[in-house]
């Protein structure tokens, strides 16, 4: 059994929720992120459910759980919930924070000290899994030290009514202690910028667009990949942020600055942080090519890149024949490596010669 602790860690204290947060917790989960990532919450969440949920919490301690109101001065600003440890002594936490304590380290701070608390208590692994879009969740996990041990494809299905892919996370009492920042921090302001283009993370909104784009003969003779569905396309969209907060990849929606529309693909992709290398890769939609506007666009992301990461070496690999990005990686900066030999294959069955190119940081 648990004990009916309280925790007190930098600006925060855990302690057992009491009648008074009823008003609070109802404020809290008035709020359309909280619907759609913790669906079987009632919504509208009123207070006859808060006071049914707080009435019930002296159950899940009696059963072995527990369950935390989160408070800074005095205030409640989230809940935090461990359900009871089973025969191996493995449990799985679950948070959320009102929407006007967000963005404070709230969640991470609480989920760490948590876990180390119910460390304390003789726990030997705690669990936490998050929806891969829900990347606030997400990075609270890494940010608490959890280790991302896999995907559950169609896990869970959210308020939308989606079936949605779940990161699953795990942290032992064994453990050391973990890293602390990002491979790869987010853009301050949440996107690049030079006046002419804009980078920004690419969404389930471009998701037409960037299909129509990849379908494009031009654009699909230099792919490797087979030709996937729209809806294969939306789902690949959603991966965004999780592939950038767990270190795999950038994905990015170039925009013509001036009106905003959709213009193109650029991706940082197999980063490995033991060389110091990632590999990019780009398609620009046929209207805006002859701009200039892929040229600028690799530009701003390695300029970034050599900025904000650890990353000495950004590589790119160019079909032999596909001379506009061969300028595209001149105007950029990179300079050419060698040829792999039959590199590319073809959708003809055939395969192409692949240029190598790279620019390196500067010292
Ligand atoms: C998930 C949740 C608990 C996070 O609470 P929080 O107190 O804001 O979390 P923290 O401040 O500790 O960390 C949030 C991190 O996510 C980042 N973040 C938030 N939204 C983001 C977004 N859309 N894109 C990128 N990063 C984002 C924040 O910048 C912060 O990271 P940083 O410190 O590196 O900048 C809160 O959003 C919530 O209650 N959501 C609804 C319920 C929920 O999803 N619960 C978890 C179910 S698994």
Redesign the pocket.
Known sequence: MLPRDVISTGPLILRPPVEADAEAMVK?CA?P??A???PLLPMPYELAHAREHLAKTAETWAEGGATFSITENGQFV?SITARPPDQWGVTAI??????W???????????RAMTDWLFDQGVRRVD????VD???????AY??GFREEGLRRDAKRLRDGRYADMVTFGRLSSDAAPAGE?YL??FDG?QLSDGVVRLV?LAVEDAVDFHRMLAEPSVAAFSATPPRTLEDDEQRCRYT?YW??SGQRIELAVRDAASGAYAGHLQLTQVVPALGQAVIGYSLVPAFRGKGFMSRAVGLLVDWAFTHTALHRIVAGTDVANAASHRVLERAGFSREGVHRELFPKPDGTRADDVAWARLRPS
């Open positions: 809290a709020d992120v909280t759609r990532f913790l989230g679950g948070y959320l924070v009102a929407p304590a967000r963005g404070k380290n709230v969640a991470s701070t609480a989920a936490l899994e998050a929806a829900n990347v606030a969740s997400l990075r609270v940010k608490s990002p921090p987010f949440g993370p942020g950038w907060v």
